[in-house]
């Protein structure tokens, strides 16, 4: 069974960057994208990106100038980068699986499973 | 971006009774290649990442109760609880991935008359 478990810093200050990382452990790393989303607190859902092991990226347009997702095949792990963050920002930050690749393809899919959350907070 | 909108965005519902929530995208998210619509059902109780219901509009993830079936298609969407149990008080949001970005419902708060 597919578990995902992340870490990163949990309070920063405005115009820093957060840094968050999600670890993949059972099932396969490769032939899926993973996905970052946030959620304000009290707030609804919002999808910031995803990444495959070839590193193919797809970003929302609303955050493509300040967000990177890289992945580490080697660690089975992801990585999500938010610059220049502001109280904005503050949600919980949850990482998942999407989509699925077979050979050369890729195809869009649900959502599961999804890691823990972890609450980021910008304050100054 | 396709922005999904859901109705109500608040609902309490008796015990033993049906609940409906529906969800509409702006524009359509059915493949006609496959024939399959690309919207998703999730379940968020408090603390606690969501929960798949639903994928395909109307496939029951494994584990989930029978009590909730999805349907529609094309840009009208329904998740439905046929007899509303007190562990079904949640929020829940529907989602698009049939295009990048990926878009959520705003979510409806399912309460107990």
């Known amino acids: 069974q597919v578990q995902l478990q992340q870490w990163g810093a949990g309070l920063l200050k405005p115009s820093e960057t957060l840094s968050l990382t999600c670890a993949v452990y059972g099932g396969s790393f490769s032939g899926y994208y993973w996905t970052w989303i946030r959620q304000p607190p009290g707030k609804g859902l919002e999808w910031l990106g995803e990444i495959n092991h070839s590193r193919t990226t797809n970003y929302s347009p609303s955050l493509k100038s300040r967000v990177t997702i890289s992945v580490d095949t080697s660690k089975n792990q992801f990585s999500l980068r938010l610059s220049s963050v502001t109280a904005a920002d503050t949600a919980v930050y949850y990482c998942?699986?999407?989509?699925?690749?077979?050979?050369?393809?890729?195809?869009?899919?649900?959502?599961?499973?999804w890691g823990q959350g972890i609450l980021v907070t910008v304050s100054s | 971006d396709i922005v999904m909108t859901q109705s109500p965005d608040s609902l309490a519902v008796s015990l033993g009774e049906r609940a409906t929530v529906n969800c509409k995208s702006s524009q359509g998210v059915l493949y006609n290649s496959n024939n399959k619509n690309y919207l998703a059902w999730y379940q968020q109780k408090p603390g606690q990442p969501p929960r798949l219901l639903i994928y395909w509009a109307s496939t029951r993830e494994s584990g989930v109760p029978d009590r909730f079936s999805g349907s529609g298609s094309g840009t009208d969407f329904t998740l439905t609880i046929s007899s509303l149990q007190a562990e079904d008080v949640a929020v829940y949001y529907c989602?698009?991935?049939?295009?990048?970005?990926?878009?959520f419902g705003q979510g409806t708060k399912l309460e107990i008359k």
């Open positions: 998942a699986r999407g989509g699925y690749c077979t050979g050369s393809s890729c195809y869009s899919s649900w959502v599961d499973p």
């Open positions: 989602q698009q991935y049939y295009s990048t970005p990926y878009t």
